[in-house]
Structures are given as C-alpha cells and as structure tokens.
C-alpha cells in the first residue's frame, strides 16, 4: 500500500511526503469484532461524526498485517543536502 502526500498542483518539492507498507491483507467479514473499531473511526473522518451508523455494500474492508514498512518527507531534508531541490 502507498500513500502519497503534497502532490496535489501547486504544491512544492518540500511538500512531498508518503508511506509504503508492505504486508499480508484480508478481507474482514460482517460481525468480525474489528469492524466495532474501525467503523466510528472511519465515519469520523468521513461525516465528521463517530456516532454515524454506515455500512459499506460496494466494498470490503481489508485489514493488513505489516511486515515492512518506510516513509518519506521531504520536507525534512536540511538547506544545501537535497541534491534536487
């Protein structure tokens, strides 16, 4: 899985920053006890309310069990060391 920050027009060099992991996934059924925890968090940061009862159709939820992982921010590099910027 990547995620990828500071990518959007507009934004600079220094503003890049992400995360690889790399791992095992799998699909989380209805009723696994991991779905109590996911949900309020995830309708949190959707609708801005954890109490919002949603239930995805069009999608499953995977869960995945890290083995490695690095991230990046470029930001963070010291004046004069980044040879790109």
Known sequence: MCIDDGVEDGQGYAERRGLVVYGTARVVVGGDP???RVRPAYAQALFG???VDFHRRTHDWPAVTPYRRTSWDFGRIPPGRDRFA
Request: hydrophobic content about 35%.
């Open 49 to 51: 309310d954890s109490s």
């Open 34 to 36: 991991v779905l109590d």
